[in-house]
């Protein structure tokens, strides 16, 4: 049976009867996995509130539950990228820990998660999930308990929401019709100082767009950490003090765009952070005969930057989060590097400035109807 939410029409992708049945069987796995451990389980506001209940039915064992909530904001501006955890008040210091998640696409808010609660000293971080989307999964950690791995695909019920409605539907439904009806590529520069909601903005683009993350920390790890040829080049300038030349680097972009073939368009993540990389940029793309469709740079003053970045510091256990001398002399060098970038893009029509301050949906907006004018 298909339903309708909005403006959207959804179909039934898995049942109450298969929801309920996976669920008992990580109950039991859990079970087994924790026995003999003292376990807190954290669920994740506000999705996993069905899967939390239901799951800690099935976990025979003696346990504290509690939810948690990542906020992304404080007081009344958008903090963006800058996230503390609402409600944490178990101890869990020398605990077994069980996140309890209902679905982890990318994995940033997740990623995020770990760091956080590893500065608090559990005895172990394990994450159950309901749902995992491989596809669109960006980082190595593991993922203990998966009830199913699910395509790329937008999905409601059971806990997930489409604009705040369908959390209370007891099966779980995907879209019957394509999210994605335009099927140009999107190519987009994202730039924004420390503290701007570069991070915030990527999950709910690419959740939106279909869009694949491009961050070049993300490359250098992954070939550092595969040692291809790439990442062996990379390692020996790296080794000698060198900065890694040009060409490597749009090596490596070069190699996730191929592995991407599917792909519907990029979210460039800090890069380019010079006029050269930005002319190399174009020219590679253009070999796949594809182009940067625009730079869209958060624009977010100084005095907040720096609020935003040591309120973070209180959570992300990142020493330069907490020193306002580093903090003064990221937000410098960040802006030393980009304006010769913006001023590249901007020759030619395609840099859009957007005001970072504010609510996170009112900056989503601004954002997506840049893109929607390509």
Avoid: W
């Amino acid at each position: 049976m298909n339903i309708n939410i909005n403006d959207k029409e959804f179909e039934i992708y898995l049942s109450a009867e298969e929801i309920n049945k996976r669920t008992a069987e990580l109950g039991k796995a859990i079970t087994h996995g924790f026995a003999g451990k003292e376990l807190v389980v954290l669920g994740i506001l506000n999705g996993s509130f069905m899967f939390m209940a239901d799951l800690c039915r099935y976990i025979d064992l003696p346990l504290s539950a509690t939810f948690i909530k990542i906020n992304s904001y404080s007081g009344t501006e958008s903090t963006g990228e800058v996230r503390s955890i609402l409600g944490l008040e178990e101890k869990i210091e020398g605990k077994y820990v069980l996140i309890v998640e209902d679905i982890v696409d990318t994995g940033i808010s997740m990623d995020y998660l770990l760091k956080a609660l590893s500065s608090y000293n559990p005895a172990q971080l394990s994450i159950v999930t309901l749902l995992h989307k491989p596809d669109a999964f960006q980082f190595n950690y593991v993922l203990d308990y998966v009830g199913f791995e699910i395509p790329n695909k937008f999905v409601i019920g059971y806990g997930l929401d489409y604009d705040g409605l369908g959390r209370n539907l007891p099966d779980i439904y995907q879209l019957s019709t394509p999210l994605i009806i335009d099927l140009r590529m999107y190519n987009i520069v994202l730039f924004g100082p420390p503290g701007a909601g570069k991070g915030t903005q990527s999950e709910k683009l690419i959740e939106k767009y279909g869009l694949t993350h491009l961050s070049t920390g993300d490359l250098f790890r992954k070939h550092l950490g595969e040692g291809t040829q790439l990442g062996q080049l990379a390692k020996k300038y790296m080794n000698e003090g060198r900065l890694v030349p040009d060409e490597v680097v749009i090596g490596m972009v070069e190699d996730k765009i191929n592995e991407t073939q599917d792909a519907h368009g990029f979210i460039f993540d800090g890069f380019p952070r010079t006029t050269a990389q930005a002319e190399a940029l174009d020219k590679m793309l253009s070999h796949h005969k594809l182009e940067i469709n625009g730079m869209i740079a958060l624009d977010v003053p100084e005095d907040v930057l720096r609020t935003r970045i040591k309120e973070r510091g209180k959570t992300s256990n990142r020493v330069d989060d907490q020193d306002d001398e580093k903090i003064n002399t990221r937000i410098k060098v960040y802006l030393g590097e980009t304006l010769p970038v913006a001023d590249y893009y901007a020759s030619q029509s395609k840099l859009q400035k957007i005001n970072g301050v504010g609510e996170i949906d009112q900056i989503f907006k601004d954002i997506t109807s840049v893109i929607d004018s390509y």
